[in-house]
């Protein structure tokens, strides 16, 4: 018989776990679909099958993976949702029981696991080379079927990334390689970083192994057209204070940050720190050259959110607040400057994916009309904000939360012609809709609503792969 989930800020209301998985063939649209929206909109998220141990502390990044598949074809939607079948959901559904301490907590491991097996899949989703990978940055890859969900299993392009993968690679538009990176890639606490180049085909292409200064949990990386930029940030990871029972992973306000800039085709000999003032983002939204600068815009903050320092206590909100933020490397002073971009509360930056790495026009993210005290609560709009003319447009509905927008291009379009998608989680009525909205007039509305059958619970990132 499964335990109950404890009272927890992150396991109530839109976070709370669903706990099921469903097939719905024909879903309720309202509004029109756009006849040129061909294709599926994946969202991964944690959806935790049991419950931690009592002493454990829960955490919004732990849970099993579970990813939300729309599919839209010929005027007409499907949604299907599956765990991801990992090493660890598998041993626990075996138990009957959770076995694994919260983010990988060794403190709390049954005897029966090993910390090596904690894998949860549950942060990002990528298509790449007709395939499908559910990712989460201490394992590698785990592919899944594209149309089913079915998992298939652990993809290490020969073995080029076994270990730890980021859930944020970089696509090149137009090449169509795949850049990524895995932090403590030579064991927990490791400061070595493996660089990775995937083809267009979906093969190992290079492989580099480099250092931070100091073992930071790297969440994202920047691409240019010339340049991979690896941000060292004061988020630090601790084995030792794993084994206290304390968060392994916290922030060490002593700690300086570091831009590790490096050819994107260069090797180790060719990497190039670069330190700066403390200073924190999760998610970059894209990167750019100009002259010889590389330009990074970013959903930044002055501390990590979610995060504890090293002596347990919680960011203040103001200083957890993240907001578009513009990061500038100076490659000839050998300097970093941070600039403000829009003091609107955001998340999830994303970009019209057909320019990542070039100079981009426009920013989507979902944001905050409505200021809160926490993340707890969520972001009610979804916004596109124009580089050129610093204006932000938002579509608000007072009392909802939106996830993270995603970026579906009409054919043969200039950048940000096409489509915003964002799940819509409805507290009124305990109800979630997948929304369309015109990227260049996202105030003007959803074109199309496509309602979720049950309710999609708050979760991370999102894909669209066009049919």
């Known amino acids: 018989m499964a335990a109950p989930f404890p009272k927890h800020p992150f396991l109530t209301g839109h976070a709370a776990p669903f706990g099921a998985e469903l097939d719905a063939p024909d879903l309720i649209v309202t509004g029109a679909l756009p006849a040129d929206l061909q294709g599926t909109f994946y969202r991964n998220g944690p959806d935790p099958l049991y419950p931690p141990h009592p002493d454990d502390k829960y955490h919004p990044f732990d849970g099993d993976g579970m990813i939300y598949a729309f599919k839209i074809a010929d005027g007409r939607v499907s949604l299907r949702n599956r765990w991801v079948r990992t ?12 076995l694994f301490g919260v983010l990988g907590n060794p403190r709390f491991n049954d005897p029966s696991v090993s910390p090596a097996e904690y894998d949860t899949a549950n942060t990002h989703i990528w298509p790449h080379a007709g395939r499908l990978f559910a990712l989460m940055e201490g394992c590698p890859p785990t592919e899944l079927d594209p149309e089913t969900l079915d998992t298939i299993g652990y993809e290490t392009f020969d073995g080029a990334t076994a270990g730890p993968f980021t859930a944020h690679p970089k696509l090149d538009p137009a090449t169509g390689e795949l850049f990524a990176f895995g932090w403590s890639a030579k064991g927990p606490g490791s400061t070595a970083l493996r660089y990775n180049v995937i083809d267009a085909a979906g093969e190992s292409a290079s492989t580099q192994w480099l250092d931070q200064p100091y073992c930071s949990m790297m969440h994202d990386m920047a691409l240019t057209e010339n340049f991979a930029v690896f941000p060292c940030l004061p988020l630090a990871f601790s084995l030792e204070r794993a084994m206290r029972g304390q968060s392994p992973t ?35 939204a894209n990167a750019f050259e100009r002259g010889s600068e590389i330009v990074i815009d970013v959903a930044g903050s002055r501390k990590a959110p979610l995060m504890p320092d090293s002596s347990g206590r919680q960011p203040a909100w103001a200083d957890a607040r993240m907001t578009l933020k513009r990061w500038v490397i100076d490659l000839a002073a050998g300097r970093m400057r941070e600039e403000s971009i829009d003091d609107q509360s955001l998340q999830f930056p994303r970009i019209d994916d057909r320019v990542n790495g070039r100079t981009n026009r426009f920013i989507y993210f979902n944001g905050a009309a409505k200021e809160a005290n926490s993340r707890i609560e969520g972001f009610d709009s979804v916004s596109a904000f124009d580089l050129e003319g610093g204006v932000r447009r938002s579509y608000t509905v007072d009392g909802s939360f939106f996830g993270e927008p995603v970026f579906a291009p009409r054919a043969g379009g200039r950048e940000g012609e096409g489509y915003l998608m964002a799940l819509e989680w409805r507290p009124s009525t305990h109800t979630s809709a997948l929304v369309i909205l015109d990227a260049r007039n996202v105030a003007d509305g959803p074109i199309a609503e496509i309602v979720a059958p049950a309710r999609v619970p708050a979760g991370f990132h999102c894909h669209w792969r066009p049919a």
């Open 87 to 98: 090493p660890k959901f598998r041993a626990e559904r075996a138990a009957g029981r959770r």
């Open 250 to 284: 916290a922030w060490e306000e002593e700690r300086s940050a570091f831009f590790g800039v490096m050819p994107r085709y260069g090797t180790a000999t060719d990497l190039r720190w670069i330190e700066a003032d403390p200073t924190f983002a999760y998610h970059i």
